[in-house]
């Protein structure tokens, strides 16, 4: 009883925080403090996602606000002092906004009672997968088109990048984003090494708890960044043909065993009886290098010229 | 589904053998090839015989073709399903796409690491993404699976305006992907209130469960408005003139011909096979409406361009606007396939992709012969191009409404619906927006058909260059033959959705 009193307080706390959050980010004048407020929000919607049983979602929105918010703080440093919308601009679109805020609200409140949810059958297939976590077999079995998919859009998307370079530069390096001082070079020799046990340990226990492939990449990239920033390992040539080897390691690999498997069991990324666990870690393990990669060499930017020593 | 899952791992090939080929543009080294156009036309190749063999199988078996991916049955698991439409959009798709990489050869024809190998790479490396993501809206069954298509398709897209690299194609690249973006999140919000309201995502599924109520209604209608900005629907077209005109010839045809039309044809799929019936006529009204102004004001800014390619691009904006009328020609409580309404749709919709294709690739040639695209200084282009003058003039054809064209029964077909069924203001803005796009093309024709005044510059173009040009057109041209009523083709598959 006491138990529930004391989450419930603690769930009040974390909406009102959250919507507090929510409202300085809106209302703020400068676009660094608004940049600062959102990547609050987002590490208090990761803890409410906590609250509500959906640890992978979490881990997700953590990763994604860790790799997020760099470049927003970047591009805020850009955005000069714009003029606001007329009023009459602001307030139709503040009217929109409720509108679709009120709406959704409604919906969620009347939402059918249980809901509709396909949980039960993810779960039933856990046994012959060999899984214990319904999200991988989300991810990497019944939807698993779905993730190949999504890893050819962060492909095109790093394509789309490179493709801003100047003709005479794009299979260069990036510019280095090095900005070397003491504490910096401390952190990138102390950070890594644990950083990568830590990935390794999400994506290993990705198949039986929450974590998996796309945590461990975030945590992999950032650890590459941080290298970078202190001035440690220089970004890497983008023309070089092991480095583009190493991003469609992923989806290569991925897709490679879908194929097989029109051979064997017969269909398209469907895995072999007692294979599956050991293709999905292979899949898992590719995928991670590659989008890791692929994560730090957006961070990167286009290839440009070499600085002139 | 018996006789039909023979070929149906030819549906995941459509859509994964476009992604081998990118894939494999990054590992040239590796495999020993040296420029990326050769394994783009490869993969194009056998890309046009899958096409191909699913139509034949659709033409032959009569039924849809169904593949059960993985083995994980819906609404668990993912479907791919092919049915006379779909069967239709992907020939139409590989059409312009094969002769869109014809065109685009020898402009993109050098190795990686040589001058304009960075254009060349990601060109062929983007249209490859487009291709397969272009596939999967025609062939998804799911909603979230149709949304990973939205997604491939922006990010394959978007960067295509910007290849020139020139400041304000960057821009308008920005603009289209933040309208992109806003569109994909509205669609993915709707998608999760219908996951909420019904546990399943299975278009299948959903169009027996489906039910009228306010959170149905309210999902579909934050989907379909997300898609509308995709699909540069009035008044959310703002994004799409400088980002078509920016993109190089190439590029703009896809645009133009093929991406725009995905959204719309996920809208189809919203209103006509999830929705549960019958559709409210208010909405229809509201669709039609906007339809309406884009065929009014979009052709009359058409008028007013300088630029020949701006010009097309607003010319695409107003040939979007006949689609949307469909949703008010097509009584309720009847098969939609049977209609005309539907059917002069759908001809709509693959007369202009084929036409549109043909006018841009036609300006691109013209604006290398001249070395610019000023509608006003065109004088000349008629001797120095004249395949791709002539190419433009049948394209026009179709987009005017005259016959011989795709695009004459298209707009006689909508005419008639919109007759039939009493809607006289859809009847009349279907005519001015004839009257319009004959205005328009014909000012560009009588331009480029004069003689120059004083002696021109010119740069010679390879005449083989213009013949994808004229194929597209004369494709336009000849779908004026079908017969005035609604296709079988077209209704293979659909009545038996579930």
Known sequence: MRAGMMNASLDAVLVVTLLAVALFSVLARQARAAVIGFIAFGLLLALAWVRLGAVDVALTEAAIGALTAPLLLGASAFAGTEKPASPPLRLALAALCALIAGTLAVIVLAAPEPAPSLAMQAVAPLGALDLGNAVTAVLLAYRALDTLLETVVVLLALIGIWSLAHDENWRDAPASPAAPSPPLDLLARVLPPVGLVVAMHLLWVGADAPGGKFQAATLIAAMGLLLMMAGLTPPPALGDARLRALVVAGPAVFLAIGLAGFLFPGSFLAYPDGWAKPLIIVIEMALTVSIALMLLLMLLGPGARKPSA | ?498
Not at chain 2, 6 to 33: D, K, N, S, W, Y
Not at chain 2, 399 to 409: D, E, K, T
Request: glycine share 10%; with cysteine.
């Open chain 2, 1 to 498: 589904m018996g006789m039909a899952t023979t070929t149906g791992p030819l549906l995941v090939l459509a859509v994964v053998v476009p992604v081998i080929g990118m894939l494999a543009l990054l590992v040239m080294p590796f495999l020993g090839i040296r420029r990326p156009a050769t394994v783009a036309l490869a993969v194009v190749a056998v890309g046009v015989a899958i096409a191909s063999a699913i139509g034949i199988d659709l033409v032959r078996s009569k039924e849809a073709i169904v593949y059960v991916v993985g083995g994980w049955a819906p609404p668990l698991g993912l479907q791919l399903r092919a049915d006379g439409l779909s069967g239709v959009m992907m020939a139409m798709a590989a059409l312009v796409i094969a002769a869109v990489a014809l065109y685009a050869r020898p402009q993109f024809d050098m190795a990686e690491d040589a001058p304009g190998g960075r254009r060349a790479f990601a060109f062929w490396s983007l249209l490859m993404g487009l291709w397969s993501a272009l596939n999967l809206v025609f062939l998804g069954e799911d909603l979230f699976n149709l949304f990973v298509a939205l997604e491939l398709l922006t990010f394959a897209a978007v960067p295509l305006v910007c290849l020139d690299g020139k400041a304000e194609t960057i821009e308008a690249a920005l603009r289209y992907l933040v309208f992109a973006l806003i569109g994909s999140a509205l669609y993915l919000l709707g998608t999760a209130i219908l996951y909420g309201q019904y546990g399943t995502l299975d278009i299948g599924t959903l169009h027996g469960r489906a039910s009228a109520n306010l959170a149905t209604h309210a999902a579909i209608a934050l989907m379909i408005g997300g898609l509308m900005a995709k699909a540069a629907l009035f008044p959310l077209h703002l994004w799409l003139p400088p980002a078509h005109a920016g993109a190089p010839a190439p590029a703009s045809a896809v645009l133009s011909a093929l991406v725009v039309k995905a959204p719309f044809f996920i809208i189809l799929r919203l209103w006509f096979d999830v929705l549960p019936e019958p559709p409210s006529e208010a909405a229809a009204r509201v669709l039609a409406l906007l339809g309406a102004a884009a065929i009014l004001v979009c052709s009359v800014v058409a008028l007013r361009q300088r630029r020949l390619k701006l010009m097309i691009a607003y010319s695409t904006v107003a040939q979007i606007g006949y689609l949307f009328l469909m949703f008010i020609l097509i009584e309720p409580g009847v098969a939609p396939w049977t209609t005309i309404g539907w059917t002069g749709g759908m001809l709509q919709l693959i007369s202009h992709a084929l036409a549109k294709a043909a006018m841009f690739l036609a300006a691109g040639l013209i604006a290398e012969a001249l070395g610019h695209d000023r509608i006003a200084d065109l004088a000349g282009a008629g001797r120095t191009v004249p395949v791709s003058v002539f190419a433009f003039g049948l394209a026009g054809l179709s987009l005017m409404g005259l016959p011989p064209s795709g695009g004459f029964i298209a707009k006689l077909l909508l005419l008639n619906a919109a007759i039939l069924s009493g809607a006289w203001w859809v009847a009349i803005v279907i005519s001015v927006g004839g009257l319009l796009a004959a205005a328009y093309v014909a000012r560009v024709l009588k331009r480029a058909m004069a003689a120059p005044a004083t002696a021109i510059e010119t740069r010679a173009v390879a005449r083989e260059r213009e013949w994808p040009a004229l194929g597209l057109a004369l494709c336009a041209v000849a779908l004026g033959f079908v017969p005035l009523q609604p296709l079988d083709m077209l209704a293979i598959g659909r009545g038996a959705l579930p």
